[in-house]
């Protein structure tokens, strides 16, 4: 995959297929260590420790319709990157994928489009959203739109350009 934003929509997908009903995805740039580090943990369906090591593995296949090839393209990525990758997981509590690579050797992406897109596409869906970069943090949680009563298309339109904003503005420093 070209950027770590396909990356964690990858993961993200992932969760929602697995049934989750919360998502939390959280980033992290630090260039005093020259890290950058992502996780998506969710509330979805989990897996045992056999499923965890086939899902890592690029010949696995979940069914005809699902190569399973997204997470060894991440684990790739993420060891190119000089990285590690980390997934836990629970039978019935969800999973937490953990990622930590080389800042200088990656492209972020579009995050804040990429959490927009999922926003817009699964609103039933609890999207949390973290992003601390040299000590400047974002942050957002799709909970607080369902307790505007009455919120417009228009007023949520404007709310996730916030995000996207807010996630170019600590990209671009």
Do not use: W
């Amino acid at each position: 995959m070209k950027d770590i934003s396909l990356h964690i929509l990858d993961i993200v997908m992932n969760s929602l297929k697995a049934g989750a009903t919360d998502v939390s995805v959280s980033i992290e740039e630090n260039a005093s260590d020259g890290m950058f580090r992502f996780a998506v943990k969710d509330n979805g369906r989990g897996m045992n420790s056999r499923s965890i090591k086939a899902a890592m593995s690029a010949s696995y296949e979940q069914n005809e319709k699902n190569s399973g090839l997204g997470i060894p393209l991440l684990l790739k990525a993420v060891q190119d990157a000089g990285g590690s990758l980390n997934i836990t997981s629970e039978k019935s509590s969800g999973t937490l994928v953990e990622a930590v690579m080389k800042l200088a050797c990656i492209t972020p992406g579009d995050i804040g489009s990429t959490i927009a897109a999922l926003i817009v596409c699964f609103p039933d869906v609890r999207f949390r959203f973290s992003s601390l970069r040299n000590n400047r943090s974002f942050d957002l949680d799709t909970d607080s739109f369902k307790h505007m009563h009455g919120i417009t298309q228009s007023e949520l339109y404007k709310q996730l350009r916030c995000l996207q904003q807010g996630m170019n503005e600590l990209q671009v420093e």
